[in-house]
Each structure stands twice: as structure tokens, then as C-alpha cells.
């Protein structure tokens, strides 16, 4: 099925280490997004990426790293992994901003 | 700058009973708007828009949402909760014009549903 897919879908990781998220979509969108979801705090913008080739910085991006690979692909790097980063975050893409967004099924994140 | 306040965490309502999740914003521009859905361990979902079209707007699962640009509102209801509708709700926002400004999201609304 068309979509977003992002993996892994767990992730258990040491303060300190680093990781990267994957994700891709098969929409042809040309937005991508990454949020994070926190108990109480609805989701925050991270970073996105209006078209391929650009990334702007959202409302928490402190700790991450973003990287547009391809039209298709957009991945999320914590190069070191601190507790207050155990999240659900989820990528999601769009076409334009009057259609909304399809996201992606999570990654539950653990910082230990 | 966008914002959007959702009154209420967390809603209960019997299955059978009108569900109302309420949602206010804030543009400065005129916005679209939206509202999704999130069951648990899952991704989230459209249920519905408004792109300034028809001020009233049906989504998938018989949910309806009325945009009232007086009272900067686009509450989410629904005549008849069903035990499946128990999920977590969100409302957003983003400007009208602005092709690919990223969607600002509430807090969210829980809703539980009982027999």
C-alpha cells in the first residue's frame, strides 16, 4: 500500500549513542516532516523539508539532525542520544498544504 | 504565527451520546484546518478539512466539523459515539496561503467511550 514508512519501528539507546531514523514515502509528496510526540504536549515539529533540497528547522530541533536524501527519503539523526529525546516520533509527507498530511506508523524511542 | 488551543484532555461520553471535542485557533491569515485521529500504537489519521470551501465539513466515521470564523472555531462532533471511536484527537492548523507551512497541532482530546 502507498504510504509512509518509517523505521525501526522500537529503538532502546544509551545516553550518549547515536542513531538514525528512516524515513520514506511513495506518494511523489514533495513536503516531509518530522514530529515528536510527548504525553500532554500534542506533537512538535522538528525539522521539514518543503521540497527536496531544502530543510528548515521547526519548534524543537535541538539534539537532532536532518538530512533530505531524496525526494523520497528524509531521515532524522540524534547524534548523541540524551533521556530527555524518549519520544514517538513520526515522519510524514505531503503533497500541498490544503491536502493535510499522510504520516507514518512511529518510532517509539527509548533513552536509557 | 498559527496556534491551536483544544479544550479538555480528556472526554467521556456513553456510546450512544453526542460527541463534541472543541477546538479553538488563532491566524492571522485565514487557515485550514484539520482534525485527526490517533488509535493507540498507531500512526495518525485525516478525518477531515477545511480548505475554505463549505463552512461545514464531513469526514470518514460520520465524524462533521463547522468552521465559525466569528468565534475562531472548528469544534468536531459527532451524533452517536461507538465504543471503536475511542482514540486520541487532534486539531490543526496551518495558514491558507502558504503551500507548505508545516501544520501547528494541539495538545490533543482522549476520548473514552463506555458501554
Known sequence: NAGV???????????GQS?????AQDMNHNSMYWYRQDPGMGLRLIYYS??????????????????RLNKREFSLRLESAAPSQTSVYFCASSARGAD????????RLTVV | AQSVTQLGSHVSVSEGALVLLRCNYSSSVPPYLFWYVQYPNQGLQL????????TLVKGINGFEAEFKKSETSF???KPSA????AAEYFCAVTPGNSG????????????????
Open chain 1, 100 to 107: 493535510g498530511y499522510t504520516f507514518g506508523s512511529g518510532t
Open chain 1, 50 to 67: 518543503a521540497s527536496e533540497g531544502t530543510t528548515d528547522k521547526g519548534e524543537v530541533p535541538n539534539g537532532y539532525n536532518v538530512s
Open chain 2, 82 to 85: 461507538h465504543m471503536s471511536d
Open chain 2, 75 to 77: 469544534h468536531l462532533t
Open chain 1, 19 to 23: 542513531m538514525t531514523l528512516q524515513c
Open chain 1, 5 to 15: 514508512t518509517q523505521t525501526p519501528k522500537f529503538q532502546v539507546l544509551k545516553t
Open chain 2, 47 to 54: 478525518l477531515l478539512k477545511y480548505t475554505s470551501a463549505a
Open chain 2, 100 to 115: 507548505n507551512t508545516p501544520l501547528v497541532f494541539g495538545k490533543g482530546t482522549r476520548l473514552s467511550v463506555i458501554a
